[in-house]
């Protein structure tokens, strides 16, 4: 008896042990033999069926087995769109249909007896869901636009538990294709699809273009719009690859009513585009494309500008252009309501108040609670104005209109593609909680150079609440692993820290110390720059070598890293990390190395210019890191992906000086036959005197200060609110008269305000220093170009331990660094501090 009571226990034991395991083992979706199969509901919405075509490719590139369709009983993913008839059976099975019933673009994926069910709360919702099962799989977004290949696989499985509800945090989420004319525009009607149509983006390129927007889990576009890029409604196929992604069609802020302006208004058959002299023709033209586009899931611009990126024609004073605008609103709100919908408040649409349009708003112009208004960076990643507490009340919302590149003044950045992340950030943190969630659009002139930054952007438009000011890194680190593996991504993450720090001092666009529209005036048509930056070759230890050095150090890093990049990454490797690291670093060399040889030059006797190995050095340094930028991207158009990409990346768009070769003292025929010597290690870092520290390195604090991952130059500057302030303690060695230099994130007030801080040390009276800049003035663009707004002040110090406060007195104050310097003349570029 007591043996059989015992065998019993074993047998119910045993039981139990395989019973629990079997629950939580994980679901093998794909076991090397058969395909993956799945179900989809029918009747299948054109997006859902764009999402499985996707993910079936997908499949196929990591098991060599094309998925099959099979029924809903059999299949191994079952794929649902929510509505009343299915919501019952759904809710049995662990689905929360009634939070999934009030989100848009929303999925809900759980393992259900033995299946993988994925549950989109509209089409797109779905869509997403399909392609979440994609990065399951391993498969990257960037697998077509960066050439990220995912690795094979003879199993994949997915946690018995696994369950995974998705929505966005912002409602209309894309991109603005802007700046094209060097890149994504050449590179499709020249190359990738070349139907004889000069500077058309077909809708065969689009229809990639939206494929990457869906794996983004982004919804929205504002077309190519340049003079010299075909309008996007006379690309064939466009407006209908629009559909099948479930991409919304919206224009930029001088594009009303879905009119791309620049390539459509001929003037010598429509005459001025003057809404005051030449009013039924601008109606007329409107009305056309309103016709066009009835059935379409588009977002209205109303207002008007322009033809392109001017003001609009025909008033002069405030006053007349307030009218007008009030008159154009009313009537484009009139075309809606005939052409689009009866009930025009249900019809997107935004305003933007961009450049001279904000002050016609401000002016007392009323535009319809139902409209979005959409708020606009400076071009160079700070946000000018957000909703005031009444503006967030208003039913259309608002939006953001935000910069990752840009064409004009001071200086264009349409090259690679380096802002800061801690900077993304910052902004859209602070759009977003002045309820700005209605749509974010950013600037982008190519996809591949923005690929981080990119995704970054939409991960905070789809997910904002997932990100903190102390995860920034943590979500490049995840980024880096998923795209080249852990063993490389420990090099890489030290890397591309750096190589934000440094592009955050100065952006390689920005090494020439030039300025577009200033250098069209003062020089000549084939002029030869010389540079002369800021940077100083003596101070500090030679802050010039220092800069070249650490720009070396990332250099070495991503080389070592390569070595552990599987080979099928290697172009994505080449596309996202190699290329805009070592074209970064070259272009600091070309123009710093440049400086260097023409500051020996004009110290010694040009008889001897051929015998200084200094000189020589320098000249050699700054013309190879020329050519290494030519032969870089004359790799990425010929070679890269077997040539696929072609046409696609520019070291020179509009063709600016920076771009250019310097000049030099000696001609390359004079260091030809000349070795260049190998560089010495930079000195280091001298104080000579001054007491420098980053923000983050506060003693103490008040109010809710918050250090922000990836911003500034210290790559860790601290918010502080209003009425907060940061203390820090620090020894002086010296007697006498000081200067304070006080170095902040340049951020605008976002309101009609004014943006300051007080320093104070010890117990003198503070010291109020403000840094609203109007916009394009000469402090305001010294400010964008180095990414910082440095403000001094005087102060007088003894020997000994001292305290000095910094105390935000408005919004959106960021400290970043602060140095304090007994010889207020001193000439220099960077804090000596790190």
């Known amino acids: 008896m007591c043996i059989k009571k015992t065998f019993c226990l074993l047998l119910i034991g045993l039981f139990t042990v395989t019973a629990s395991w079997a629950k939580d083992a994980p679901l093998v979706w794909f076991n090397g033999k058969k395909p993956v199969t799945y179900s989809l509901q029918q009747p299948t919405p054109a997006v859902v069926k764009t999402a499985i075509g996707m993910f079936t490719d997908d499949l196929k590139l ?40 009030t989100r848009v673009d929303a999925f809900f994926i759980k393992v259900v007896k033995n299946q993988i069910l994925v549950v989109g709360s509209d089409a797109r919702g779905t869509a997403y869901g399909i392609l979440e099962l994609s990065r399951l799989a391993g498969v990257s977004p960037w697998v077509w636009w960066a050439d990220a ?3 094979k696989k003879t199993q994949l499985t997915i946690a018995a538990d696994y369950r995974s509800f998705q929505y966005p945090s912002v409602a209309y989420r894309g991109i603005f294709i802007n700046d094209e004319d060097w890149s994504l525009q050449p590179w499709s009607w020249k ?75 001929d003037e010598h058959v429509r005459g001025h585009f003057n809404f005051i002299d030449n009013h039924d023709a601008v109606i007329n033209y409107w009305s056309e494309r309103l016709k066009e586009v009835q059935g379409l899931e588009n977002y209205y611009t109303i207002g008007m500008r322009g033809v392109h990126d001017g003001e609009m024609e025909g008033v002069h004073t405030l006053q007349e252009k307030t009218a007008a605008l009030q ?69 259309g919302g608002a939006g953001v209109y935000y910069h990752l590149s840009y064409w004009g003044r001071p200086h264009d950045y349409l090259w690679l593609t380096t802002t800061q992340p801690g900077l993304i950030y910052n902004e859209m943190s602070e759009a977003y909680n002045h309820n700005a969630r209605r749509l974010w659009i950013v600037n982008v002139h190519d996809l591949k150079p923005a690929a981080y930054d990119l995704e970054f952007f939409l991960d905070l438009a789809w997910d904002f609440k997932s990100f903190t000011p102390s ?43 030039s300025r577009v529209e200033e250098d069209k005036q003062k020089y000549p048509k084939g002029w030869t720059p010389v540079i002369n930056s800021e940077f100083s070759i003596t101070e500090f230890g030679g802050e010039l070598d220092r800069y070249l050095a650490d720009y070396e150090n990332i250099k070495k ?118 070795k260049p010597v190998t560089k010495m290690a930079p000195a280091p870092l001298a104080t000579d005197g001054i007491i420098a520290k980053n923000a ?33 303690e620090f020894d002086s060695t010296v007697d006498g008269d000081a ?95 790190k």
Not at 376 to 382: I, K, P, Q
Not at 617 to 640: G, P
């Open 62 to 101: 990591v098991t060599d087995i094309l998925p099959q369709h099979a029924p809903e009983k059999s299949a191994t993913i079952r794929i649902m769109l929510l509505d009343a008839k299915n919501a019952a059976g759904l809710r049995s099975l662990g689905v929360p249909t009634d939070s999934l019933t």
């Open 149 to 151: 290949y995912p690795a």
């Open 191 to 265: 190359h990738f699809d070349p139907q004889g149509k000069d500077g058309l983006i077909s809708g065969k390129t689009y229809k990639e273009v939206f494929k990457l927007l869906m794996r983004l889990r982004a919804n929205a576009i504002w077309p190519g719009m340049h003079g010299a890029t075909v309008p996007f409604y006379f690309a064939p196929g466009a407006k209908e690859a629009a559909n099948e992604c479930g991409i919304v069609i919206g224009t930029s802020h001088c594009e009303p009513l879905m009119r791309n302006n620049v390539g459509e208004w």
């Open 327 to 395: 008159k154009v609103i009313y009537e484009q709100r009139e075309l809606l309501t005939k052409y689009i919908n009866k009930d025009v408040t249900k019809i997107p649409q935004q305003f933007v108040p961009y450049k001279e349009v904000l002050a016609i708003y401000e002016n007392g112009l009323n535009v319809p609670d139902d409209i979005t208004l959409t708020w606009c960076d400076d071009n160079y990643g700070y946000m000018t104005r957000l909703s005031d507490s009444q503006q967030q009340k208003r039913s």
């Open 471 to 513: 995860t920034i890194n943590k979500h490049r680190e995840n980024w880096l692993k998923r795209e080249f593996g852990e063993k490389a991504t420990q090099k890489l993450v030290p890397a591309m820290q750096e190589f934000y720090r440094l592009c955050g001092i100065r952006r390689p666009e920005f090494m020439g110390w």
């Open 557 to 674: 890093l991503v080389t070592e890293a390569e070595k552990d990049i599987d080979p099928t990454r290697k172009d994505a490797f080449f596309i996202t990390v190699k290329y805009p690291v070592y074209c970064a670093s070259a272009m600091a060399a070309k123009w710093l190395e440049a400086q260097r040889a023409n500051t020996i030059a004009a110290t010694i006797h040009e008889s001897e210019w051929a015998k200084n190995t200094s000189l020589i050095n320098a000249c050699i340094s700054s013309r190879n890191a020329y050519n290494e930028i030519v032969q870089l991207t004359n790799y990425y158009n010929n070679t890269l992906s077997g040539g696929k990409w072609k046409h696609s990346m520019s070291y020179n768009p509009r063709d600016l000086h920076v771009f250019a070769e310097p000049k030099l003292p000696l001609p390359e025929t004079a260091t030809a036959n000349t």
């Open 696 to 728: 983050k390195d506060y003693s103490k604090s008040t109010g809710n200060v918050q250090v922000i991952q990836s911003l500034g130059h210290s790559m860790n500057a601290v918010s502080i609110p209003k009425g907060g302030s940061l203390t820090f």
């Open 739 to 833: 200067v304070l230099r006080t170095a902040v994130i340049p951020t605008q007030p976002n309101d009609k305000g004014d943006i300051r801080f007080s320093v104070k040390i010890d117990n003198e009276e503070p010291q109020v220093c403000s840094f609203k800049e109007p916009f394009r003035s000469e402090v305001w663009k010294n400010n964008v170009l180095r990414g910082q707004a440095v403000r001094e002040t005087k102060h007088k110090l003894t020997k000994g331990k001292h305290i000095l406060t910094i105390t935000a007195l408005d919004n959106h104050i960021v400290a970043d660094q602060w140095m304090i310097d007994f010889k207020p003349e001193r000439k220099f570029y960077v804090f000596p501090v």
